[in-house]
């Protein structure tokens, strides 16, 4: 029974669900909204549908919501399928099994006791990614075990555990200190007191720091990830193990209770949501997240006609789909720089542009863009844009969505990036080396013309991201080889034991 699992997100970027040449998956609607969905160990789970040359195949399936990748969690059940009472016991057994070894109390409880422990006691296995009470060293005797984990460290659990990269789940790329300081600074000077990061362990964590080095600006942090390992480092008030596509929380009521009590707190003043999700992530689950958060907000609240303030990182290229959701998000020129992103890291060694950005209700105005950094304040469109991107007077707007100069075509009524040129026979602006004969020349993922499946907004950008990091690693490693010739030899034992070493880490904190 093949799951089209492996093609999740194809479809998701722009809505291009429905054009002629495209194919994938894309979330459903249940046939009985009241039914419950199957559990997988991420929380229920989400209803698919396979949809080929714009046609919704008839059977749809149940699949995980968290993982994109059968390896991960390979859930699958058709809608209609009817389980044995067998299958269903084998499911529920499963599912337990694949629970976190420590219940929440339990890893608070051992937090607890790991502060008060002399630095020498306090010791982490780096291959278990687990911090090491007395009586678990000798289990741990031949790991490999970092020594007299200060407070400092514990303050920044993001730079003692290893990111997890692993794309099609936690794709965990942590902001480059720049941005996190820079989101830090803004979230104070915009006022506000509490701040929910869902899927930003590096922002809560500077957050909290920053709070308690500085009594002025006391922001408070509540963090909900899907990464486990991090409820070794905080209280029951400030992680919730969670899954931002399902809005599951893993510890149940007691942790959504913790989550609407912070949201909710003050009458829900001074609240903000930032969330830097997996890039390859769908929108729509995403955004029928928020909407639950939202709402969640909302009880709290006495008037009716605000929103809850949101911050929502995601690539440029999917401002349509994101502004489907939430037609009051503006999308700011901000580029968001990554530690660990060879792609979305600023400097020598990733490229100078970043396509990451901030989503938000905020008013674009009210939120000022450091000019040291290449940002200037258009006063037509009353924002900080990239220096770059000039103000067009037909469109009357900075009309450029990558932080270069777009032009203006008169033909097209609209700016264009600076490499198209007019077709005359496709009668619009396009690259300069498409092929004019139709849709089947146009893009082979969505249909489309002017860019080509290298180039798809439709492909998550994580997978565009991997191939081109593949080809900047398949360059280094012909780099390599070369020099090997010359008499160096390649380290393929410790590559060996980084990859066992995330694969146990990650049965441990998801299997
Ligand atoms: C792109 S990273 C963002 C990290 C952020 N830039 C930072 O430095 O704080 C995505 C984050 O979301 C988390 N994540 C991935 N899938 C998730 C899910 N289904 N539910 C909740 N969190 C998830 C990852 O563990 C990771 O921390
Ligand atoms: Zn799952
Ligand atoms: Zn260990
Ligand atoms: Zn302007
Ligand atoms: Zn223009
Ligand atoms: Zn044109
Ligand atoms: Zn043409």
Same mark, same amino acid.
């Given at each position: 029974?093949?799951?089209?699992?492996?093609?999740?997100?194809?479809?998701?970027?722009?809505?291009?669900?429905?054009?002629?040449?495209?194919?994938?998956?894309?979330?459903?609607?249940?046939?009985?909204?009241?039914?419950?969905?199957?559990?997988?160990?991420?929380?229920?789970?989400?209803?698919?549908?396979?949809?080929?040359?714009?046609?919704?195949?008839?059977?749809?399936?149940?699949?995980?919501?968290?993982?994109?990748?059968?390896?991960?969690?390979?859930?699958?059940?058709?809608?209609?399928?009817?389980?044995?009472?067998?299958?269903?016991?084998?499911?529920?057994?499963?599912?337990?099994?694949?629970?976190?070894?420590?219940?929440?109390?339990?890893?608070?409880?051992?937090?607890?006791?790991?502060?008060?422990?002399?630095?020498?006691?306090?010791?982490?296995?780096?291959?278990?990614?687990?911090?090491?009470?007395?009586?678990?060293?000798?289990?741990?005797?031949?790991?490999?075990?970092?020594?007299?984990?200060?407070?400092?460290?514990?303050?920044?659990?993001?730079?003692?555990?290893?990111?997890?990269?692993?794309?099609?789940?936690?794709?965990?790329?942590?902001?480059?200190?720049?941005?996190?300081?820079?989101?830090?600074?803004?979230?104070?000077?915009?006022?506000?007191?509490?701040?929910?990061?869902?899927?930003?362990?590096?922002?809560?964590?500077?957050?909290?720091?920053?709070?308690?080095?500085?009594?002025?600006?006391?922001?408070?942090?509540?963090?909900?990830?899907?990464?486990?390992?991090?409820?070794?480092?905080?209280?029951?008030?400030?992680?919730?193990?969670?899954?931002?596509?399902?809005?599951?929380?893993?510890?149940?009521?007691?942790?959504?209770?913790?989550?609407?009590?912070?949201?909710?707190?003050?009458?829900?003043?001074?609240?903000?949501?930032?969330?830097?999700?997996?890039?390859?992530?769908?929108?729509?689950?995403?955004?029928?997240?928020?909407?639950?958060?939202?709402?969640?907000?909302?009880?709290?609240?006495?008037?009716?006609?605000?929103?809850?303030?949101?911050?929502?990182?995601?690539?440029?290229?999917?401002?349509?789909?994101?502004?489907?959701?939430?037609?009051?998000?503006?999308?700011?020129?901000?580029?968001?720089?990554?530690?660990?992103?060879?792609?979305?890291?600023?400097?020598?060694?990733?490229?100078?542009?970043?396509?990451?950005?901030?989503?938000?209700?905020?008013?674009?105005?009210?939120?000022?863009?450091?000019?040291?950094?290449?940002?200037?304040?258009?006063?037509?469109?009353?924002?900080?844009?990239?220096?770059?991107? +000039?103000?067009?007077? &037909?469109?009357?707007?900075?009309?450029? #969505?990558?932080? *270069?100069?777009?032009? !203006?075509?008169? @033909? =097209?009524?609209?700016?264009?990036?600076?490499?198209?040129?007019?077709?005359?026979?496709?009668?619009?602006?396009?690259?300069?080396?498409?092929?004019?004969?139709?849709?089947?020349?146009?893009?082979?993922?969505?249909?489309?013309?002017?860019?080509?499946?290298?180039?798809?907004?439709?492909?998550?950008?994580?997978?565009?991201?991997?191939?081109?990091?593949?080809?900047?690693?398949?360059?280094?490693?012909?780099?390599?080889?070369?020099?090997?010739?010359?008499? +160096?030899?390649?380290? &393929?034992?410790?590559?060996?034991?980084? #990859?066992?070493? *995330?694969?146990?880490? !990650?049965?441990? @904190? =998801?299997?």
């Amino acid at each position: 029974m093949a799951a089209p699992r492996d093609q999740l997100g194809v479809l998701e970027a722009q809505g291009s669900s429905g054009r002629q040449g495209s194919w994938g998956v894309k979330v459903a609607f249940p046939s009985d909204p009241a039914a419950p969905a199957p559990l997988c160990p991420h929380g229920p789970t989400l209803l698919f549908v396979k949809v080929i040359q714009g046609k919704e195949e008839t059977r749809r399936f149940y699949a995980c919501s968290a993982c994109r990748d059968r390896k991960e969690c390979n859930f699958f059940q058709w809608e209609d399928e009817k389980l044995s009472e067998a299958r269903l016991a084998a499911r529920e057994a499963h599912n337990r099994r694949c629970l976190p070894p420590l219940s929440r109390v339990q890893c608070v409880d051992r937090y607890l006791k790991f502060i008060e422990l002399p630095l020498t006691q306090r010791k982490f296995c780096q291959r278990c990614q687990q911090l090491l009470l007395p009586g678990d060293w000798e289990k741990h005797r031949e790991h490999e075990v970092l020594g007299d984990i200060s407070v400092s460290q514990l303050k920044r659990p993001s730079q003692l555990l290893y990111p997890l990269e692993n794309k099609k789940t936690n794709a965990q790329y942590l902001f480059a200190d720049r941005s996190c300081q820079f989101l830090v600074d803004l979230l104070s000077t915009l006022g506000f007191r509490r701040v929910l990061c869902v899927g930003t362990p590096r922002l809560h964590e500077l957050i909290r720091l920053t709070a308690s080095g500085d009594k002025k600006s006391n922001i408070k942090s509540l963090l909900l990830d899907i990464d486990f390992r991090y409820s070794q480092f905080y209280l029951e008030d400030s992680f919730c193990h969670y899954n931002m596509f399902n809005h599951h929380f893993f510890d149940g009521k007691a942790a959504l209770e913790v989550c609407r009590a912070f949201l909710q707190e003050d009458k829900g003043e001074g609240v903000i949501m930032v969330t830097d999700p997996p890039f390859g992530g769908l929108v729509e689950p995403l955004a029928v997240t928020f909407k639950k958060l939202i709402a969640m907000w909302k009880e709290g609240q006495s008037q009716d006609d605000k929103e809850l303030p949101i911050f929502w990182i995601f690539p440029y290229f999917f401002e349509s789909r994101i502004c489907q959701f939430f037609p009051s998000f503006a999308m700011l020129d901000y580029q968001v720089d990554y530690d660990n992103h060879a792609l979305y890291k600023h400097g020598k060694t990733g490229r100078k542009q970043s396509p990451v950005r901030i989503f938000t209700n905020i008013p674009p105005s009210k939120i000022i863009l450091p000019t040291e950094e290449g940002y200037r304040f258009c006063p037509l469109c009353q924002r900080y844009v990239s220096t770059e991107n +000039q103000h067009c007077e &037909h469109c009357n707007s900075c009309s450029s #969505k990558d932080g *270069r100069k777009w032009n !203006h075509c008169f @033909l =097209c009524k609209k700016c264009v990036k600076p490499s198209w040129i007019h077709c005359s026979t496709c009668n619009h602006c396009t690259v300069p080396d498409h092929s004019c004969e139709g849709p089947k020349d146009g893009c082979f993922i969505c249909g489309e013309l002017g860019h080509k499946r290298s180039n798809c907004p439709n492909i998550p950008a994580s997978r565009r991201a991997n191939k081109a990091v593949r080809k900047q690693k398949q360059r280094k490693s012909n780099k390599m080889k070369m020099e090997t010739t010359k008499g +160096q030899s390649m380290n &393929h034992t410790s590559v060996t034991t980084r #990859k066992k070493r *995330r694969e146990r880490t !990650h049965q441990y @904190l =998801c299997s």
